[in-house]
């Protein structure tokens, strides 16, 4: 007969899994829940009563809306401009030999193992001495600067697993290393590109270090959280705080959906 230890050990790793899951998850349900509270006072951090006033009214609070608008779009540039530049360079340090390509290869990731508040620190001190006034176009810089490196890493592993015969027999039937480029190389990269756009775009909208040293008067989502929460936190920072965990749930079952009907097709 099967013992409840026997079966543990079993399914060891599958208990672990989902505890660590419900552990990363267990927050997002709580300000899901909050987002439905109607607080006493300032601080929403005791349960009241069921409400759906924030949730009507999503942009209630002063500057709120402004904000989230400003994360988003400072996050769009820093993902295009990141993706771009980090798809390039993990292209040539794949594909080209050239001088420094090791001391390049290693500076690049300096960026995700070094504390958030050196490189904060060092930004700040650059752009003073440079006097370029602290602002938008500063937090633009300083986003694309520190989400280069995982755009590296993550296209740079997708182009190490790629076949170069699939692109010498593109050159074998005739086509053009433009064409080669866009109709081989860019759709086998996609997945990798795709993963480091949308990591640059989550780690740029979540930063508050960075964006705290250089960003002058200029006020992002993260940094009006962090001083609502010195005044009273409304109930629409968790409403705001809900709607963009349901949509990065959604994009991620998306991709999932998409990536099993590429496989079916493929098994067909």
Known sequence: MRTPVAWLRRNLVVIAGLCTLAYLILPNLVVTVF?????????NYSWQEFSLDAWKDPCGVADLCGSLGLSLQIALWATIGATALGTAI?????RYRFRARGAVNSLIFLPMAMPEIVMAASLLALFLNMGIELGFWTILIAHI???????????KARVLSMDPRLEEAARDLYAGPVQTFLRVTLPIAAPGIAAGALLSFALSFDDFIITNFNSGNTVTFPMFVWGSAQRGTPVQINVIGTAMFVIAVLVVLAGQMIGNRRKKAQTK
């Open 90 to 94: 993990a292209f040539a340090l794949v």
């Open 145 to 155: 600067m520190f989400c280069l490196s995982f755009v590296v890493a993550a296209v």
């Open 35 to 43: 987002s439905f509270n109607n607080p006493a006072g300032r601080f």
